[in-house]
Each structure stands twice: as C-alpha cells, then as structure tokens.
C-alpha cells in the first residue's frame, strides 16, 4: 500500500470524530491536531486499529509548558504508520494544578518509559499506568524540572553581569 495523505488522514478522523479533533495544521508536512483528555484513549485505539491508518508505531511521547496558557501543561504523541509511511502528532492540553490523562500502555508497551519520562519532569499523572514513578529524578524530589515555574538563573550572582563582558 502506498503512502495515504494527511487529508485522507484528516477526513476519516473528523469523520469518526467530529468536533472531537481540533486545531488541524501541518507544520512542516506533519499533521498536528488537538483533543481532550477524554477522548485521547478512543483516538489512538482508533488511529492504531483502522485497517486503512495503520498507525502501529508510537514514535514519542512528551511533554511542554506552555505557562500563559489556559491549559498549559500538554502531552504530545507522534505515531507512525510504518506501512503508509505517514505521521501524525496528536496534542492534549491539561490543567497545570493535577494534570491526569489515561495511559497510553493498553496500547503500546513502550509507552511505560515515556509516560514515567513526562511524569518525572512534567508532572503529569498517567492515569493507570502499571508502574508510575520517577525514572530520571530523584524519588524525593517534589518539583518538575521541565515546568517554566522557576527562573533560568540566579539574579544575585555578581560573576554573570554585563559589566564582566565589556557590555
């Protein structure tokens, strides 16, 4: 089978979907769309066992903070279809207070490291999840590194001023 479209992607998804799916772009080539939470389990079931899609691979999942946002903390997975050789990048947008979103392991396995990656330094609680904990950070730690909550540097260090680079 040669290689689909993202517009024949796009219309069997708002087609299945409706107003489910939103904000539909293609940066660079790539199909990017929006979706709750809530529907985020029902989507991924949907691209990964339609005969047609095909999309088998989940190539990444993340995080970002986007802090003026309304909801700003997201979750971004990219899938594959190895078959179509097509890609897509699926967002969900969350709370910044308890950010929760279902798992992604009833569906691929290898979303457990991934998930426990964004968990450890975005905070986001994968609802589910076999074995939710920190993988990169400290067990004790209570901050999420990857969150824009914390200034870049020190504003009292006297090493780092202009007047030290002829500026």
Do not use: C
Request: glycine share 6%.
């Amino acid at each position: 089978m040669g290689k689909i479209s993202n517009q024949t992607v796009l219309q069997k998804l708002t087609d299945h979907f409706g107003d489910k799916i939103s904000i539909p772009s293609e940066p660079l080539g790539l199909l990017t769309f929006e979706t709750k939470k809530e529907t985020i389990i029902e989507l991924l079931t949907f691209l990964k066992e339609d005969k047609e899609l095909q999309f088998n691979y989940l190539t990444d999942l993340t995080g970002i903070h986007y802090p003026d946002k309304e909801l700003p903390i997201g979750v971004i997975y990219h899938l594959h279809s190895l078959l179509n050789n097509v890609r897509v990048r699926i967002k969900v947008f969350l709370e910044d207070k308890n950010p929760t979103i279902p798992t992604a392991t009833i569906l691929w396995n290898g979303a457990n490291w991934m998930e426990r990656e964004t968990y450890d330094f975005f905070g986001v609680v994968f609802e589910g999840h076999p074995d939710l904990r920190r993988i990169l950070n400290i067990d004790d730690m209570v901050d999420f590194p990857m969150r824009k909550e914390f200034p870049l540097e020190d504003p009292n260090r006297v090493d780092k001023k202009d007047f030290f680079f002829g500026r």
